[in-house]
């Protein structure tokens, strides 16, 4: 394995390890606070840590007349789909543990990837649903539902 698929692995692990933990942090606030304010909370946290994290490394705001070249779909589908994801593991993730969270989240990210990966959406890479594939997002669907029953 090269150098820099190692790393991509290494870094895909830790970001499930990080939504994972993630998870049940904002769910402790949502006992308090409720799923919505919870999720809005969070996202405005990433959101100031972000530009945080620009300023300490002098990356650049990009150009308004960039972002203004952007089609609106990719700039409210990415928002919203966040949005989205959070509030669905605030209101799963209570009811059906942490880890059964993740694992049904996981199985949501093979199946939408397939398909994603299916039409080349977006412009990434076409790659066919072959019955491999097929297999190993069945594979998860029996890992999920295995978390589950535990």
């Keep these: 394995m090269s150098a820099v698929l190692f790393l991509a692995v290494a870094?895909?692990?830790?970001?499930?390890?990080a939504q994972a933990t993630q998870g049940v942090f904002n769910a402790a606030i949502?006992?308090?606070?409720?799923?919505?304010?919870?999720?809005?909370?969070?996202?405005?946290v990433a959101a100031c840590v972000l530009l945080l994290v620009m300023l300490v490394r002098a990356v650049p705001?990009?150009?308004?007349?960039?972002?203004?070249?952007?089609?609106?779909?990719?700039?409210?589908?990415?928002?919203?789909?966040?949005?989205t994801i959070l509030s669905c593991v605030l209101f799963a993730l209570p009811r059906i543990a942490s880890a059964s969270t993740v694992a049904f989240f996981i199985l949501g990210q093979v199946v939408a990837s397939l398909l994603l990966d299916r039409y080349g959406a977006l412009g990434i890479a076409q790659h066919p649903i072959t019955?491999?594939?097929?297999?190993?997002?069945?594979?998860?669907l029996v890992g999920a539902v295995l978390v589950m029953k535990g």
């Design 61 to 83: 705001f990009p150009p308004w007349r960039s972002v203004a070249s952007i089609a609106p779909y990719p700039l409210l589908v990415g928002g919203l789909l966040g949005a």
């Design 131 to 140: 019955p491999t594939r097929l297999l190993g997002a069945g594979a998860v």
């Design 30 to 44: 949502a006992r308090v606070l409720g799923p919505l304010p919870s999720a809005l909370i969070s996202m405005s």
């Design 11 to 17: 870094a895909a692990i830790v970001a499930g390890m």
